[in-house]
Structures are given as structure tokens and as C-alpha cells.
């Protein structure tokens, strides 16, 4: 069987698929910012169920901390994520993301800062590494530090303005 390509055959087809290499790359960082986005939501509204149901279930929590002049590294599993219930009003806000994708991997770098109960706390980045599955994005891991500035900075918009301003 002998197989004939004309050059403007050939031309269309790589027209198409160079357009949709960039198309999907653009999509996939879109749909990974919003699973981000989507956990900083849930972590502000205090919904541990709603933010570990962005996560596969072999997924880690990683917090890196610097205090009294020792690092330290605290840990959670899905499991410990899930059934964690908050005492504080909390509100997270992300700022600033760079997203990265290959393929069916990808990391969020998402600088943060935190409000407890009002009042600034801290600031810091979040890394969310994700990977794809059959159900789209979802988190494999998140780490976390924590700092204060100038080691980080606070959101660009200033503090939060409350529901009722």
C-alpha cells in the first residue's frame, strides 16, 4: 500500500496539532490553579472534608516551620486532614501563583497569608504538587511554611475586608 501526503495536508494536520499542544498546556494550568484556589476556599471555610476531596488519599501535608532558632517539620496523612476540625476563624488568601504543568504532573508555588480569628497571623508559600487522574487534578501533596515578613509578604490587596464592609 503506497501512502500519498500532499504538503497542504501535511501542513493542516501540524497547524492543528501545534494549535492544541498550547490550547491544552493553557487549559491545564487553568484547571490546577483552580484545584489550588479551590483548597485555599475550603481551608478558609473550615471544610477538611471538602479540601482532602481535592487530594488522592496517599496524599501528605508538609508544614516547615523556623522558630526559636530551630527548623522544624510537622506532618499530616489524608486521614489526620480529613478529620481536623478547626477552632479559630481562619482566612487564607493565595497571591501571585505560578503554576507549572508536565504532562500529568504539576506544582502551584502560591504565596500566601493567614488571618486568625481577624487578626494577621502569618504569611508564606504554599506548594501544591498534583497529579492527574481519571477524575482530573488532584493533590498529591501540600507543604507550607511559615514566616514572617520580610521573609515572606502579605497579600498585595492589604488585610481581608470583612463580609459585612
Not at 20 to 40: F, K, S, Y
Not at 67 to 94: F, K, L, N, P, Q
Request: proline residues 7%; hydrophobic residues 40%; aromatic residues 10%.
Amino acid at each position: 500500500m503506497q501512502v500519498i501526503c500532499k504538503p497542504g495536508i501535511v501542513f493542516v494536520v501540524c497547524l492543528f496539532a501545534f494549535r492544541a499542544g498550547p490550547a491544552n498546556a493553557d487549559q491545564d494550568e487553568t484547571d490546577v490553579l483552580a484545584i489550588a484556589d479551590q483548597a485555599l476556599e475550603r481551608i478558609t471555610a473550615e471544610d477538611s472534608v471538602g479540601l482532602t476531596d481535592l487530594m488522592i488519599q496517599e496524599a501528605m501535608i508538609y508544614v516547615g516551620t523556623f522558630r526559636d532558632g530551630e527548623y522544624a517539620v510537622r506532618t499530616s496523612s489524608y486521614a489526620d486532614a480529613r478529620a481536623r476540625i478547626s477552632e479559630v476563624d481562619m482566612v487564607e488568601r493565595g497571591f501571585e501563583p505560578t503554576v507549572l504543568v508536565s504532562g500529568p504532573i504539576a506544582t502551584v508555588w502560591y504565596p500566601y497569608d493567614f488571618y486568625r480569628d481577624g487578626a494577621w497571623s502569618h504569611c508564606g508559600v504554599d506548594i501544591f504538587n498534583l497529579v492527574r487522574t481519571n477524575v482530573g487534578w488532584r493533590i498529591t501533596t501540600l507543604m507550607y511554611n511559615v514566616q514572617q515578613p520580610p521573609a515572606c509578604k502579605p497579600h498585595p490587596d492589604g488585610p481581608p475586608t470583612s463580609p459585612d464592609e
